[in-house]
């Protein structure tokens, strides 16, 4: 790796002293892929606190705005494999059982009196806790909520506590709050928003109703969208049939279960298998035989280059400009009214999936990000210059690791600046311009309608 020497970030001030960070500009291959450490990453079971980076700045820069988009904490399998037990999860919460919180018990309480919030349409129809004795499918576990709390417990500590980003008085105003129509991801957002607030007040919750996985709202029209994301499945596909370990596992685990391969494949093995993994349940049986580690080790290995090569191709990279260039706007948008003095919406929470962050992180250029793992969190923190008020800076987190510089439009200025953040209008620019550029448009309209040449 390259070491680059920067002034570290103090509490107090910039130390005089040189520090090197790491950037993870690799120069040699980097190791094995292991399938089972990865796949433990992902799970992101609540054990040891967390560290991260969040709320870190000079003394002398004000914090202004929060906007932070999760994905939904662990859940129970969307696809079952056919002719095998399901797994046997609990989705009622027992704060006697791990992992467990200790606002767990408070949690469950105040969820259950949630009358008076103010839920977009289908929202209020939803269950605001998982509370099924056996899981549903897609529903949010225990340990999804556990996440979540974790995640506002941690933001509370260092934007409330710290950098009192909100206040005692705060009302309704200061908030937007966006979820899907999933119990899951509405779950996850009040969780996050119970240990995160200066006190959970139901009349001051209004949760707005997001159809679109993308967060697209009203500018969901995007022919060559649909034109990569296509390209990209058939990239997907040609790469699941060339890998013959691959099918020699599904070949084999068709036989244990007694279908045929193309329904085991259907059926999407490794999204059950994962929770089986992160459960510590063991993986089924029949008569035949069982499932075992060899072949989650084979699906996951798989799953794990697919990444690496989505990567590589570009075609991903494409159809995540034009997915995100939606809600990046939005967020843009927003980020500009309060540096230019509105105190409104100061704090915003997506509640949203592993496709809602997944090409949010591509069209970022954070080429090095892992695949979201549950409760996964992206955070952009808007600050203000203290000696120059007009100026305003932004940086990006995810998962409490400072991932700025790694974006496509702030990597040469952090080269040249010994400024510990981005420029906002760096964003600015990049997503109502540079995010068209590849495509040889100058706007999101003309983006979603030039075919390639």
């Not at 469950?108 to 289908?122: P, V």
């Not at 949760?207 to 969901?220: D, E, L, N, P, V």
Request: charge should be positive.
């Amino acid at each position: 790796v390259h070491l680059i020497p920067v002034n570290p970030i103090r509490e107090g001030g910039l130390s005089p002293k040189s520090r090197k960070r790491i950037m993870p500009d690799l120069l040699t291959e980097p190791p094995v892929i292991d399938p089972v450490y990865e796949a433990h990453v992902y799970c992101n079971i609540p054990t040891i606190a967390e560290r991260s980076m969040e709320g870190h700045a000079p003394h002398y820069f004000k914090l202004v705005s929060v906007q932070v988009l999760i994905r939904h904490g662990d859940r129970y399998p969307l696809y079952a494999i056919p002719k095998t037990k399901r797994p046997d999860i609990d989705c009622m919460l027992l704060p006697s059982r791990k992992p467990s919180h200790p606002q767990l018990e408070a949690f469950i309480k105040h969820m259950s009196k949630g009358s008076a919030a103010q839920m977009d349409g289908s929202l209020s129809s939803l269950p605001r806790y998982p509370s099924h004795s056996l899981c549903e499918m897609g529903e949010l576990t225990q340990t999804g909520v556990v996440q979540h709390l974790r995640n506002g417990q941690l933001l509370r500590e260092i934007y409330i506590n710290k950098h009192k980003l909100l206040l005692s008085d705060w009302t309704a105003k200061h908030l937007y709050l966006e979820t899907t129509g999933k119990s899951r991801t509405l779950q996850s957002a009040l969780a996050l928003l119970y240990t995160f607030l200066p006190d959970f007040d139901w009349k001051k919750i209004n949760m707005r109703h997001q159809w679109s996985t993308i967060f697209c709202s009203g500018s969901c029209d995007c022919p060559m969208r649909n034109h990569y994301l296509e390209e990209e499945q058939r990239r997907q596909y040609s790469l699941r049939v060339k890998n013959n370990d691959l099918e020699k596992i599904y070949v084999d685990m068709a036989k244990v279960v007694g279908i045929p391969t193309r329904q085991l494949r259907a059926s999407n093995p490794i999204d059950s298998l994962l929770c089986y993994f992160c459960h510590n349940v063991s993986f089924p049986c029949t008569k035949t035989g069982c499932i075992g580690m060899e072949h989650f080790k084979v699906i996951k290995r798989h799953q794990l280059e697919d990444e690496r090569e989505r990567q590589e191709k570009k075609l991903y990279f494409l159809y995540a400009l034009l997915a995100t260039h939606p809600l990046l706007n939005q967020t843009v948008n927003r980020l500009q009214r309060i540096a230019g003095g509105k105190k409104e919406e100061v704090f915003v929470l997506y509640s949203a999936h592993d496709v809602t962050l997944s090409p949010v992180l591509s069209a970022l250029g954070i080429t090095e990000a892992r695949f979201p793992r549950f409760a996964a969190r992206l955070v952009f923190e808007l600050w203000q210059d203290g000696k120059r008020p007009k100026e305003h800076f932004i940086r990006i987190l995810y998962n409490g690791a400072d991932v700025t510089f790694q974006t496509s439009f702030c990597k040469d200025y952090y080269k040249r600046s010994s400024k510990p953040m981005c420029p906002l209008e760096k964003f600015v620019n990049f997503v109502k311009r540079d995010m068209f550029l590849v495509f040889n448009s100058t706007s999101y309209y003309d983006a979603c309608r030039r075919r390639p040449l």
